[in-house]
Protein backbone atom coordinates (compact mmCIF):
# COMPACT_ATOMS: atom_id res chain seq x y z
CA UNK A 1 0.00 0.00 0.00
CA UNK A 2 0.85 3.70 -0.58
CA UNK A 3 1.03 6.37 2.26
CA UNK A 4 -0.50 9.32 0.89
CA UNK A 5 -0.07 12.82 2.59
CA UNK A 6 -2.17 16.42 1.77
CA UNK A 7 -1.42 19.65 2.58
CA UNK A 8 -3.33 21.57 3.96
CA UNK A 9 -5.60 19.11 6.31
CA UNK A 10 -8.30 22.06 6.02
CA UNK A 11 -8.66 25.53 5.24
CA UNK A 12 -11.20 28.58 5.29
CA UNK A 13 -11.33 30.86 2.37
CA UNK A 14 -13.37 33.88 1.26
CA UNK A 15 -15.44 33.92 -2.00
CA UNK A 16 -13.65 34.53 -5.52
CA UNK A 17 -10.20 33.28 -4.13
CA UNK A 18 -7.85 30.17 -4.59
CA UNK A 19 -6.43 27.48 -3.14
CA UNK A 20 -4.16 24.97 -3.78
CA UNK A 21 -3.80 21.55 -2.41
CA UNK A 22 -1.20 19.40 -2.27
CA UNK A 23 -0.44 15.58 -2.65
CA UNK A 24 2.59 13.89 -1.70
CA UNK A 25 3.00 10.01 -2.35
CA UNK A 26 5.69 7.73 -0.51
CA UNK A 27 6.32 5.91 -3.64
CA UNK A 28 6.25 7.00 -7.44
CA UNK A 29 2.87 5.80 -9.31
CA UNK A 30 2.08 6.25 -12.48
CA UNK A 31 -1.90 7.29 -11.96
CA UNK A 32 -3.36 9.96 -9.39
CA UNK A 33 -6.74 10.98 -9.21
CA UNK A 34 -8.68 14.16 -7.67
CA UNK A 35 -11.92 13.40 -5.88
CA UNK A 36 -14.28 15.75 -4.44
CA UNK A 37 -16.95 14.92 -1.36
CA UNK A 38 -19.63 17.53 -0.97
CA UNK A 39 -21.32 16.97 2.32
CA UNK A 40 -23.40 13.77 3.02
CA UNK A 41 -22.37 12.80 -0.73
CA UNK A 42 -20.13 10.11 -2.01
CA UNK A 43 -16.67 10.37 -3.86
CA UNK A 44 -16.83 12.20 -7.27
CA UNK A 45 -13.78 11.73 -9.39
CA UNK A 46 -12.94 15.33 -10.95
CA UNK A 47 -9.69 14.27 -12.60
CA UNK A 48 -6.52 11.88 -13.52
CA UNK A 49 -3.49 12.73 -13.26
CA UNK A 50 -0.45 11.22 -15.21
CA UNK A 51 2.82 12.67 -15.05
CA UNK A 52 4.33 14.42 -18.56
CA UNK A 53 1.09 14.41 -19.88
CA UNK A 54 -2.51 16.65 -19.35
CA UNK A 55 -4.58 16.05 -16.74
CA UNK A 56 -8.13 13.73 -18.01
CA UNK A 57 -11.20 15.93 -16.40
CA UNK A 58 -14.79 14.26 -16.00
CA UNK A 59 -18.12 15.47 -17.32
CA UNK A 60 -18.90 18.97 -15.28
CA UNK A 61 -15.30 19.60 -14.16
CA UNK A 62 -12.88 22.09 -16.09
CA UNK A 63 -9.19 23.13 -16.46
CA UNK A 64 -10.30 26.17 -15.63
CA UNK A 65 -11.54 25.66 -12.67
CA UNK A 66 -9.64 22.76 -10.98
CA UNK A 67 -6.07 23.00 -13.06
CA UNK A 68 -3.92 20.32 -11.77
CA UNK A 69 0.31 19.86 -11.95
CA UNK A 70 1.51 16.61 -11.86
CA UNK A 71 5.58 17.75 -11.96
CA UNK A 72 7.19 14.31 -10.74
CA UNK A 73 5.98 10.11 -9.98
CA UNK A 74 5.46 11.48 -5.87
CA UNK A 75 4.18 14.63 -6.40
CA UNK A 76 0.63 16.40 -7.80
CA UNK A 77 -1.88 19.85 -6.93
CA UNK A 78 -5.07 20.59 -7.47
CA UNK A 79 -6.13 24.05 -7.36
CA UNK A 80 -9.70 25.04 -6.59
CA UNK A 81 -9.99 28.41 -8.39
CA UNK A 82 -12.35 31.76 -8.04
CA UNK A 83 -14.18 29.80 -5.27
CA UNK A 84 -17.81 30.01 -4.21
CA UNK A 85 -19.66 28.72 -1.21
CA UNK A 86 -20.91 25.23 -3.59
CA UNK A 87 -17.05 24.70 -3.41
CA UNK A 88 -17.11 23.31 0.22
CA UNK A 89 -16.00 20.31 0.32
CA UNK A 90 -13.75 17.55 1.22
CA UNK A 91 -10.97 16.65 -1.68
CA UNK A 92 -8.94 14.15 -2.01
CA UNK A 93 -6.18 12.01 -3.58
CA UNK A 94 -5.95 9.44 -4.41
CA UNK A 95 -3.25 6.62 -6.31
CA UNK A 96 -3.81 3.60 -7.91
CA UNK A 97 -1.41 0.55 -7.63
CA UNK A 98 -3.84 -2.72 -8.07
CA UNK A 99 -6.22 -0.66 -5.38
CA UNK A 100 -6.92 2.95 -4.97
CA UNK A 101 -5.67 4.36 -1.67
CA UNK A 102 -6.27 7.51 -0.53
CA UNK A 103 -5.03 10.40 1.26
CA UNK A 104 -6.55 11.87 4.17
CA UNK A 105 -8.32 14.35 2.44
CA UNK A 106 -8.75 18.37 2.70
CA UNK A 107 -11.50 19.95 4.10
CA UNK A 108 -12.50 23.15 2.35
CA UNK A 109 -15.18 25.63 3.60
CA UNK A 110 -15.72 28.64 1.40
CA UNK A 111 -17.76 31.59 3.05
CA UNK B 1 -24.22 4.51 -17.20
CA UNK B 2 -21.98 2.71 -14.29
CA UNK B 3 -24.43 2.77 -11.48
CA UNK B 4 -23.71 1.88 -7.45
CA UNK B 5 -26.31 1.74 -4.93
CA UNK B 6 -26.14 0.71 -1.11
CA UNK B 7 -28.39 0.12 1.11
CA UNK B 8 -29.78 0.92 3.79
CA UNK B 9 -28.40 4.18 4.05
CA UNK B 10 -27.51 3.74 7.64
CA UNK B 11 -28.11 1.31 10.34
CA UNK B 12 -27.78 0.95 13.65
CA UNK B 13 -26.48 -2.29 15.58
CA UNK B 14 -26.40 -3.36 19.41
CA UNK B 15 -22.74 -4.83 19.46
CA UNK B 16 -23.00 -8.41 18.71
CA UNK B 17 -25.85 -7.70 16.35
CA UNK B 18 -24.81 -9.39 13.05
CA UNK B 19 -25.91 -8.05 9.43
CA UNK B 20 -25.14 -6.96 6.23
CA UNK B 21 -24.99 -4.05 3.84
CA UNK B 22 -26.04 -4.93 0.04
CA UNK B 23 -24.11 -3.05 -2.62
CA UNK B 24 -25.98 -3.50 -5.97
CA UNK B 25 -23.97 -2.37 -9.46
CA UNK B 26 -24.26 -2.26 -12.86
CA UNK B 27 -21.06 -1.94 -14.72
CA UNK B 28 -20.45 -2.89 -18.56
CA UNK B 29 -17.17 -5.01 -17.61
CA UNK B 30 -16.15 -5.59 -13.91
CA UNK B 31 -12.86 -4.72 -12.82
CA UNK B 32 -13.44 -5.25 -9.47
CA UNK B 33 -15.85 -4.43 -6.68
CA UNK B 34 -13.91 -2.67 -4.14
CA UNK B 35 -15.33 -1.82 -0.27
CA UNK B 36 -13.68 0.80 1.87
CA UNK B 37 -14.22 2.37 5.33
CA UNK B 38 -14.70 6.06 5.79
CA UNK B 39 -13.91 7.39 9.54
CA UNK B 40 -15.39 10.98 10.28
CA UNK B 41 -12.63 13.82 8.72
CA UNK B 42 -10.48 10.66 7.38
CA UNK B 43 -10.04 9.02 3.40
CA UNK B 44 -11.30 6.06 2.83
CA UNK B 45 -9.27 2.99 3.96
CA UNK B 46 -9.17 0.11 1.72
CA UNK B 47 -10.44 -3.08 2.78
CA UNK B 48 -11.23 -5.09 0.09
CA UNK B 49 -11.29 -6.36 -4.38
CA UNK B 50 -13.64 -8.55 -5.58
CA UNK B 51 -13.09 -9.63 -9.15
CA UNK B 52 -15.24 -12.29 -10.22
CA UNK B 53 -19.14 -13.63 -9.09
CA UNK B 54 -18.55 -16.30 -6.29
CA UNK B 55 -15.59 -14.68 -4.86
CA UNK B 56 -15.49 -13.90 -1.04
CA UNK B 57 -13.29 -12.06 1.45
CA UNK B 58 -12.52 -11.72 5.27
CA UNK B 59 -11.09 -9.66 7.73
CA UNK B 60 -11.66 -10.06 11.12
CA UNK B 61 -15.55 -9.19 11.82
CA UNK B 62 -16.18 -8.60 7.91
CA UNK B 63 -16.86 -11.11 4.76
CA UNK B 64 -17.25 -9.56 1.93
CA UNK B 65 -18.89 -11.77 -1.51
CA UNK B 66 -19.68 -10.83 -4.64
CA UNK B 67 -22.49 -11.89 -7.48
CA UNK B 68 -23.13 -10.91 -10.94
CA UNK B 69 -25.01 -8.16 -9.67
CA UNK B 70 -24.68 -7.36 -6.08
CA UNK B 71 -22.09 -7.35 -3.14
CA UNK B 72 -22.67 -8.11 0.83
CA UNK B 73 -20.34 -7.07 3.45
CA UNK B 74 -21.36 -8.98 6.27
CA UNK B 75 -20.77 -8.13 9.66
CA UNK B 76 -20.17 -10.59 12.79
CA UNK B 77 -21.09 -9.56 15.81
CA UNK B 78 -19.72 -5.93 15.23
CA UNK B 79 -17.64 -3.96 18.32
CA UNK B 80 -18.29 0.04 18.53
CA UNK B 81 -15.67 0.34 16.74
CA UNK B 82 -16.63 -0.87 14.06
CA UNK B 83 -19.08 2.21 13.52
CA UNK B 84 -17.91 3.97 10.41
CA UNK B 85 -19.09 4.35 7.02
CA UNK B 86 -18.60 2.00 4.43
CA UNK B 87 -18.23 2.95 0.98
CA UNK B 88 -18.50 0.27 -2.45
CA UNK B 89 -17.18 1.13 -5.77
CA UNK B 90 -16.93 -0.46 -8.70
CA UNK B 91 -13.88 -0.31 -11.37
CA UNK B 92 -15.02 -1.00 -15.31
CA UNK B 93 -12.43 -3.11 -17.41
CA UNK B 94 -10.23 -0.77 -18.92
CA UNK B 95 -10.25 1.91 -16.93
CA UNK B 96 -8.52 2.96 -13.64
CA UNK B 97 -11.42 5.08 -12.53
CA UNK B 98 -13.70 3.84 -9.80
CA UNK B 99 -17.41 4.84 -9.70
CA UNK B 100 -18.80 5.16 -5.67
CA UNK B 101 -22.10 4.42 -3.97
CA UNK B 102 -23.40 7.09 -1.07
CA UNK B 103 -21.95 5.03 1.45
CA UNK B 104 -23.81 2.98 4.52
CA UNK B 105 -23.40 4.97 8.08
CA UNK B 106 -22.90 2.28 10.25
CA UNK B 107 -23.32 2.68 14.18
CA UNK B 108 -22.77 -0.20 16.51
CA UNK B 109 -24.18 0.52 19.82
CA UNK B 110 -22.36 -0.61 23.23
Known amino acids: SAVISQKPSRDICQRGTSLTIQCQVD?????MFWYRQQPGQSLTLIATANQGSEATYESGFVIDKFPISRPNLTFSTLTVSNMSPEDSSIYLC????????FGPGTRLTVL | EDQVTQSPEALRLQEGESSSLNCSYT??????LFWYRQDPGKGPEFLFTLYSAGEEKEKERLKATLTKKESFLHITAPKPEDSATYLCAVGKSGSEKLVFGKGTKLTVNP
Open chain 2, 27 to 32: VSGLRG
Open chain 1, 94 to 101: SVDSREQF
Open chain 1, 27 to 31: SQVTM
